[in-house]
């Protein structure tokens, strides 16, 4: 049998509800792509200044990582099937009301609120996909599960960069609005489909006080001094840098490049599947250099191509470096998500996961006001300058905390 004839036979023997929760995971997140990639277009047009859109993300990535450690408690021993149809359904009402709102204020509270709920879905999956499956399962599963994820976001990419034209050709007498905001209330009826999958759900009764029981994936022993801390910072640093760009770069093609969603979403769509092969790339590279080594070369490449977007003012040149630094950067997150949990004891590793999963949304949060300001009076080019000189610092303070401890004790 062939590798990948190999690889779909071990998905089928995956219990049902994995496979349900994958299938809704594919369709809400290609729901999530088309909006994500015409949210900021839509808002930009119904009259909302670029500051006003850049503390509209932050309210949104405050929610998320605000709430995901409460949540996390809160959740830890309850069933998980309600709670993942309750979110997704407060999220697509949260967006419902962000598409007929045209007060910010109440735009702010929805983008909390749609923040918050998508932190139930992402705390809840991965002791999901633990209790139903069996260890031997979990390599094969993890692997479907990533790749659903930027298969979905190539297909809402897609997808999404045409539907304006869709609509405005059946809604043609109503104003140039309703492009952006038919195509995204089309999304949310794809997402409202995608519950169908988890009404299937079949979930065993937890017994009174069961914990979630995440067996180690490798032999830590004692952690480093200090190295959860270290390993925090270095992922917030990351995180500053891609949050004064990374939620902007539609309005980068749109308002810099002066291009419509239908190549944008063309170089989205490209950009994910070059990052799929990427990652599905990366633990080749850890084989041959050890997870830093090989986390500190991805990276370090990919400075000069953020470098280049800020020098660079044409469509397809720019458009070749955002597509290959994603995919670098990209490369590193599995080595790092891995790194990370073999530096910390098995019984911390779930409380931990959750404190690497705040770290995106708040630091996003966090810079959303700067980066709106900056695109506002000075332009794009600045924000990945400084972006750059971020990820230089995040780099060089991995290998400087983490490329000694590689060469003393194997992480391979």
Not at 301 to 319: D, E, K, Q, R, T
Not at 401 to 408: I, L
Request: proline share 5%; hydrophobic share 55%.
């Amino acid at each position: 049998m062939s590798g990948m004839a190999s690889y779909f036979a071990k998905f089928a023997k995956i219990s049902k509800n994995c496979r349900l929760l994958i299938y809704f995971f594919f369709f809400a997140s290609t729901s999530s792509s088309i909006i994500f990639l015409l949210l900021n277009l839509y808002l930009l047009e119904v009259g909302f200044s670029k500051e006003n859109i850049a503390l509209f993300n932050s309210i949104n990535f405050l929610g998320s990582g605000l709430m995901a450690i409460p949540l996390a408690f809160i959740l830890e021993n309850v069933p998980r099937k309600l709670p993942f149809i309750g979110s997704a359904l407060v999220i697509n009402l949260a967006f419902l009301g962000i598409c007929f709102s045209q007060n910010f204020t109440l735009l702010a509270v929805l983008a909390f609120l749609a923040g918050s709920a998508s932190s139930i879905l992402n705390v809840l999956v991965l002791p999901f996909l633990t209790e139903n499956s069996l260890p031997e399962e979990r390599v094969h599963l993890f692997s479907l599960f990533s790749a659903q994820g930027w298969a979905s976001s190539m297909l809402g990419s897609l997808v999404g960069g045409f539907l304006p034209t869709f609509v405005s050709q059946v809604l043609h007498p109503l104003n140039s609005s309703w492009n952006y905001r038919g195509s995204i209330l089309l999304a949310l009826f794809i997402s409202l489909l995608s519950l169908l999958f988890l009404l299937f759900i079949r979930e065993k009764p937890k017994k009174k006080g069961a914990s979630i029981n995440l067996e180690p994936a490798f032999p830590s022993g004692n952690p480093p001094k200090g190295a959860m801390p270290k390993f925090l910072l270095i992922e917030l640093i990351i995180f500053l840098g891609a949050g004064l760009f990374m939620p902007f770069m539609n309005l980068y093609f749109s308002t810099v490049l002066k291009v419509g969603s239908g190549e944008i979403g063309l170089v989205f769509t490209i950009a994910s599947g070059v990052a799929l092969a990427g990652t599905m790339l990366s633990p080749i590279l850890a084989e041959k250099m050890g997870k830093v080594k090989a986390t500190f070369l991805c990276q370090a490449l990919s400075i000069p191509l953020l470098v280049g977007l800020g020098l660079v003012f044409n469509f397809y040149a720019a458009s070749v470096l955002y597509i290959f630094r994603l995919a670098l950067m990209n490369m590193s997150n599995p080595l790092l998500d891995s790194l990370g949990m073999e530096i910390v004891p098995p019984q911390r590793r779930a409380t931990f996961a959750g404190m690497m999963r705040t770290t995106q949304p708040l630091s996003w949060a966090a810079m959303g006001p700067l980066a709106g300001m900056v695109m506002e009076r000075y332009g794009f080019s600045p924000l990945f300058f400084i972006a750059s000189g971020l990820y230089l610092i995040s780099s060089f303070t991995l290998l400087g905390f983490f490329g000694k401890m590689e060469q003393v004790k194997s992480f391979q």
